[in-house]
């Protein structure tokens, strides 16, 4: 992104000089003749990149390893190559009927295809989704800066270990001094292309998460001191086997970014490389994910937590151990704190197309900006503090909103087919995709119910 004189410049293939369709739609397109933007050059594709990628990789991770601990290496690593190519796929529907319809964002689509309700639909889900994600991001920092609990087993923070366990680095006072000081300032950006710097930092942190558990995996097994982990899922009877459903909301939520890619697409400086970027930052994040599941998984086996930087506050058995440990979770714990704007980005704007349906675009209106932000960062604060695991928020958006984001709504336009472009394939893979989520995300959801109703009934 660069900013310069506004003289005239060769022209290029910019979403700038398309229709505008729908500007009531969420995730609305910036439109640089209303907010005097006029200087503003376009993204470019590293930018474009760094931002979706930001957009994937985010607390996601940080379940991975728990979820190969269910279904075993094998398993899991291929259902993270086939998810992803899933995602790429439902993406480029995407993209494939917004130009058809001239629509610049995802729920300009929705409106095409299904009128106001399905513009509405995907209003809803967005806001349930990002704000399930926002309210995970601030559990793990949460876990890492503060401490967590498991079964009964207390897992220090970081600020616990530094200084022990004092009234100012409880839980609730360290997350609302990283609100103030961090996530506030960072939310206040009113255009997604002015955050495509702390979005490379992000990534770059997310890389020295992943550098160092990969360095620590290696030391431990030139030591002899790591077991072969699981290959296959144990399945044992009927229970353990609707148990490896539980997985696919956890897995479903790491590839969700399709609410913030026409946002990226409107600020692109060649619109036609948005198809690059999008395969670009999914299979960079797909080998992150594949590293950090595997990693993870080996280096703690079937002690992995819902949350795997719980896992580090322990001696990890090598030199500087409590060194490295709390490197990795302080990295991580900043690479959220950088991620939380890109997804409260759409989260703003889709809360105000559904609240002000008819008024001016939100960046034109300082007193709905900063009485939104305050709202929804109020509601993700209190929520952060009230939900015990990120295993049960994501649970809850992965079965419901995220999965209506990322595949039934992309698959419900393409057979929907108003303008008559898709073909056979499309259409079979469409079916393919409600079928998967709406099957795989109802055993789940089950599994879940039938899991917490043994665990709360009458004791024998």
């Known amino acids: 992104m660069t900013i310069g004189d506004i003289a005239p410049k060769k022209e290029r293939k910019s979403k700038r000089s398309k229709l505008l369709v729908d500007e009531k ?21 590293t930018g474009a990149v760094f ?23 094998v398993v ?52 349930i989704n990002n704000i399930g994600v926002l309210i995970v991001y601030m559990i793990i920092i949460g ?32 997350l609302l001094i990283t609100t103030l000081g961090i996530f506030t300032p ?18 770059a942190l997310a890389v020295v998460f992943l550098v160092i558990i990969f360095g620590i995996t290696i030391l431990k097994f030139i030591g002899g001191s790591i077991m072969m982990p699981r290959l296959l899922p144990d399945v044992t009877d009927l229970t353990s086997f609707w148990k490896l459903f539980t997985v696919v909301p956890v897995l479903v939520m790491a590839f969700i970014c399709h609410y913030n890619v026409h946002s990226i697409d409107n600020e692109l400086e060649d619109s036609t490389q948005i198809k690059g970027v999008v395969r670009t930052a ?53 690479h959220l704190m950088l991620v939380f704007p890109i997804v409260f980005y759409p989260l703003r704007l889709n809360l105000d197309g559904l609240l002000f349906p008819s008024a001016k ?10 009485l939104i932000t305050t709202g929804l960062i109020t509601l993700i604060f209190l929520g952060a503090n009230f939900i015990p695991s990120i295993w049960d928020a994501f649970q809850f958006t992965g079965a419901t909103a995220a999965v209506c984001i990322g595949f039934i709504f992309p698959a419900a336009i393409t057979l929907r087919d108003q303008h008559n472009i898709a073909t056979k394939r499309n259409k079979i893979l469409a079916v ?20 917490l109703f043994k665990k709360s009934g009458p004791r024998a």
Request: aromatic share 12%.
């Open 282 to 334: 999914l299979a960079l994040c797909s080998s992150v994910y594949m590293m950090t599941s595997l990693f993870g998984v080996v280096l703690f086996g079937d002690e992995t937590l819902d949350d795997v930087l719980a896992n580090f506050d322990t001696d990890l058995g090598i030199p500087y151990s409590s060194l490295l440990s709390d490197v990795v979770r302080v990295s991580y714990a900043a």
């Open 361 to 370: 675009p939100l960046v034109v209106s300082n007193l709905r900006f900063a």
């Open 143 to 174: 876990d890492v800066l503060s401490g967590t609990s498991s079964n009964g087993i207390h897992h220090a923070g970081v600020l616990e270990g530094w200084f022990g366990h004092h009234w100012w680095n409880g839980r609730t006072l360290v």
């Open 51 to 73: 931002n979706l990628s930001t957009t994937i990789i985010g607390a996601g991770i940080m379940a991975l390893p728990a979820t190969m601990k269910v279904l075993g290496l």
């Open 186 to 203: 960072l939310a206040c950006f009113k255009r997604i292309g002015s955050l495509s710097f702390t979005s490379a930092l992000s990534v």
């Open 432 to 451: 393919f995709m409600i079928v998967l989520a709406v099957f795989s995300n109802l055993v789940a959801i089950y599994s879940d119910a039938y899991t």
């Open 25 to 45: 739609a969420p995730l609305l397109p910036k439109r640089i003749e209303d907010v005097g933007y006029d200087e503003f050059n376009g993204a470019s594709f």
């Open 76 to 127: 899991g690593i291929g259902m993270i190559v086939f998810m992803a190519f899933l995602s790429e796929a439902s993406i480029q529907f995407l993209l494939r009927f917004s130009r058809a319809a001239k629509s610049t964002s995802y729920g300009g689509l929705m409106g095409d295809a299904f009128g106001k309700y399905g513009r509405v639909a995907l209003q809803v889900a967005v806001l």
